[in-house]
């Protein structure tokens, strides 16, 4: 059987990037808006654009790329709704439909699998790892709430399961049964609330089945899924790159304003020695980043501090190693060459609360010669917004300041527990060229709540953390937590 994984890390990098930039609604006179024709799509983003369309509950039909009459409906549908012309939509009309979904994408991971000749796309993400049986594979979401199977059966088998679900049907929907030559569809709502939808692909007396079970709150899903079953192969669920739908989810930034240059400062100090055993590594210099220890070896960092280093290394040369990473949650955990007497406690059980205390550790504009001498830095404000879905990924919004350099850097509680990890800000140019407004310390941290299990997965073992510390960062930063916070330092091969 052949899996094949649709979105790259790169791409998936672009879309995740929407769940900071495309939290504003879109300002109401947008300019330079150029009117959209969807017959001249091609394939990729044809289907793009009809699994919008599902999302936004506007289109039942196959996500098949074939952009007909009930395509053009479902788009004419969503944009009168927003009070545009239904004949005419403009490029600001499928922003506002491709964002959310993208968002979608992003945050549960829906990818394209490729199954003996049949594709179907699902959040991999959100369902977690495939259980395999000798005839069945099941993806299976951690509350339960969505499941999606893949069937290996003979015909009488199968058609005693379509029976089945029609008699197990409890309204208040009429269930629905379809039988042709080449596959088979029933859909039925149970009493406990769940909708199942089940498609067969019959070939040669035996049948490839998929079903999804879901729960009222996961019904788009299941129709997203529903939607995708097909014979055949399928392009990754991404607007083809340098395409009409990839402009307009992310359009080129506005050029650069022209700076003067930056008044002379002293030069910096010289940089320490290598630590035991660690040799200089060559290579350009890439960026740099912050992390922070989570026990006597391990160093958590964001995903994208360590993104196209051929070598990465600690301030003082000591050589890191990438153990695992996730451009999704925008996590990665590290193994370092030397052992560290401080690390960060970090409390599987703790939830982050609306309004509480946090503080941003990080080690700022490194690169510049005005910061090369100062030490970890630490920025206090709050825990201004919480995701309003259970599902997406976790990320909280923070109002303590951070700037380039912060990312991977720990959000911690007054107390030093572990909130999550600094990985982005809402991107300033992008709210400007859409409300004229700048936005003020929104900034985001992916929570505890996925570190913990992003940590277990990559095999890291998490000290045993108390219910509360001593400290009280309010008061000082205690030294034990400084020095559990370290530069990460990025070179090209």
């Not at 005419?88 to 964002?99: G, W």
Request: with cysteine; glycine share 10%.
């Amino acid at each position: 059987m052949n899996q094949a994984i649709g979105p790259g890390s790169g791409l998936m990098r672009r879309l995740v990037l929407l769940i900071f930039c495309g939290l504003l609604p879109l300002a109401a006179a947008a300019q330079g808006v150029r009117g959209f024709d969807a017959t001249a799509l091609p394939d990729q983003d044809a289907r793009f654009l009809q699994a919008a369309l599902v999302w936004s509950g506007d289109y039942a039909g196959l996500t098949d790329g074939d952009w007909g009459a009930r395509s053009r409906a479902a788009l004419a549908a969503f944009v009168g709704r927003r009070g545009g012309d239904p004949s005419a939509p403009r490029e600001a009309d499928l922003r506002a439909l491709l964002e959310p979904f993208a968002r979608e994408v992003a945050a549960n991971g829906w990818t394209v699998l490729n199954l003996d000749g049949i594709t179907v796309m699902v959040p991999v993400a959100r369902l977690g790892p495939a259980r395999e049986e000798e005839f069945t594979i099941e993806y299976r979401s951690r509350d339960g709430g969505l499941v999606f199977r893949v069937l290996f059966d003979g015909m009488a088998a199968t058609a005693d399961m379509h029976d089945w679900m029609v008699t197990a049907h409890a309204g208040p929907e009429e269930p629905y049964y379809s039988w042709r030559d080449d596959r088979l569809i029933s859909a039925v709502t149970l009493a406990n609330g769940r909708r199942v939808y089940l498609r067969s692909f019959i070939l040669d007396g035996w049948s490839i089945s998929m079903q999804v079970i879901a729960m009222p709150a996961e019904r788009r899903r299941l129709e997203l899924i529903a939607s995708s079953m097909q014979w055949g192969s399928a392009p990754e669920l991404a607007p083809r790159r340098g395409g009409v739908l990839d402009r307009i989810l992310f359009p080129p930034p506005p050029p650069a304003p022209r700076q003067l240059p930056p008044p002379p400062v002293a030069a910096p100090a010289p940089a320490p020695a290598p630590g035991p055993g660690a040799a200089p590594l060559p290579g350009r210099l890439i960026g740099m980043g912050t992390g922070f220890f989570v026990n006597a070896t391990d160093i958590v960092t964001a995903e994208h501090v360590i993104e196209g280093c051929g070598r990465l290394r600690l301030e003082d040369g000591t050589p890191l190693s990438v153990l695992a990473a996730d451009p999704v949650l925008d996590l990665a955990v590290l193994a370092s060459g030397r052992r560290s007497a401080r690390w960060l406690p970090i409390r599987p059980d703790l939830v982050p609360r609306l309004g509480q205390p946090a503080y941003a550790l990080g080690y700022p504009y490194r690169d510049l010669a005005v910061m090369a001498d100062q030490g970890v830095v630490i920025t206090g404000g709050n825990i201004s917004a919480l995701p309003r879905v259970a599902d997406a990924t976790s990320r909280i919004m923070l109002s303590a300041p951070v700037q380039p350099g912060n990312s991977g850097g720990p959000l911690l509680a007054r107390d030093g527990l572990v909130l999550g990890v600094v990985v982005a800000r809402l991107a300033e140019d992008y709210v400007l060229d859409r409300t004229g407004t700048l936005p003020q310390n929104m900034n985001y941290a992916t929570s505890v709540e996925r570190l913990v299990p992003f940590l277990e997965a990559a095999g890291v073992a998490l000290p045993a953390a108390p219910k509360q510390t001593r400290w009280n960062l309010s008061d000082a930063l205690p030294e034990a937590v400084a020095e559990a916070v370290v530069l990460i330092v990025c070179h090209a091969d």
